[in-house]
């Protein structure tokens, strides 16, 4: 994770909060949360970058679409950097 940018993380987290989401339901995501456009450009060498890291797969739905599935090792990346996270900032509830 500590070689992730930042929007490579919120892909990250995105994939993770959803059931084996396409690039377009990513995408969505993203564009709600940064409020801006997500061009294709950017979002699909990110999604393959974490792909080749090992911490997202790719599976096909069909011969246009691909669905993204975090792995176990993307799972403890995510754990790893929220308890890193908790070591300094805490949430008061």
Request: glycine share 4%; aromatic share 14%.
């Given at each position: 994770m500590k070689d992730l940018t930042g929007f490579q993380r919120d892909l990250?987290?995105?994939i993770a909060g959803?059931?084996?989401p396409h690039g377009l339901a990513v995408?969505?995501?993203?564009?709600?949360?940064?409020e801006t456009e997500i061009?294709?450009?950017r979002l699909y060498p990110n999604l393959d970058e974490?792909?080749?890291k090992g911490l997202v797969e790719k599976g096909q739905i069909d011969r246009r679409t691909n669905f993204y599935e975090i792995t176990r090792r993307g799972r403890r990346e995510?754990?790893?950097?929220r308890e890193w996270e908790?070591?300094?900032v805490a949430v008061e509830a």
């Open positions: 990250l987290y995105t959803q059931d084996e995408k969505d995501e993203l564009e709600d949360y940064y061009h294709h450009g974490l792909v080749e995510i754990e790893a950097r908790d070591q300094y």
